[in-house]
C-alpha cells in the first residue's frame, strides 16, 4: 500500500510540473513520507536528501532560464529579469484560470517582462519582442528541464523504494 502511494505522489507531482505548480516538492514529500511510513528501511535520508537537492534544482533551472534566453536573445541583464520576475507574476495571476491558467501566466509573464524591461532601454518594439521570444522560449526549455528533472526524482524514489 505504501508503495501505490509513493507511486502516485511521483505521478501527481509529474502532472503538476509543467503547469508550474510545486510538483517537484510533492514527489519530494512522497518519499519523505514513504520513508517515514517503511521506518526509512529502503528509502533513508541519503535518498531524501538527494532528491531534495534535485527539486532545489529544479527551482533554480526553471527561474534562471527564462532570464538565460532573454541575455541569449539580445536582451539586457534588466531584460533577464524582467523575464525571471514576469514569469512569476504571469504564474501567480493566472491561477484563477482552470488548469492552465498558471502556464499561460508564465509563459505571457515572461515575454512581457522582458520585452518591457528591454523597452525601458531601448525604444526598439522589434528588439524588445525579440527578447521576449527569447524568454519565451527559455521558459519552454525551464519546463521540459524541470520535467526531466521530475522524471529523476520519480525513478530515485520508485527505484530506491524497492530496495
Known sequence: MAYAL?????VAGLLLVPFG???TWVQV?????YGWATGFQTIGWATITFVLVLAALGEVVEFALG?????KYGGSRRAAWGAILGGIVGAF????VFLVGSVIGAFAGAFAGAALMELTR????RGALRVGWGAFVGRMVAVAVKSAIGVAIAAVALLSALG
Open 6 to 10: 509513493l507511486a502516485l505522489s511521483q
Open 21 to 23: 505548480l510545486a510538483g
Open 29 to 33: 514529500l512522497g518519499v519523505a513520507a
Open 67 to 71: 532570464g538565460r534566453y532573454a541575455r
Open 93 to 96: 495571476v493566472g491561477v484563477p
Open 122 to 125: 531601448s525604444p526598439e518594439i
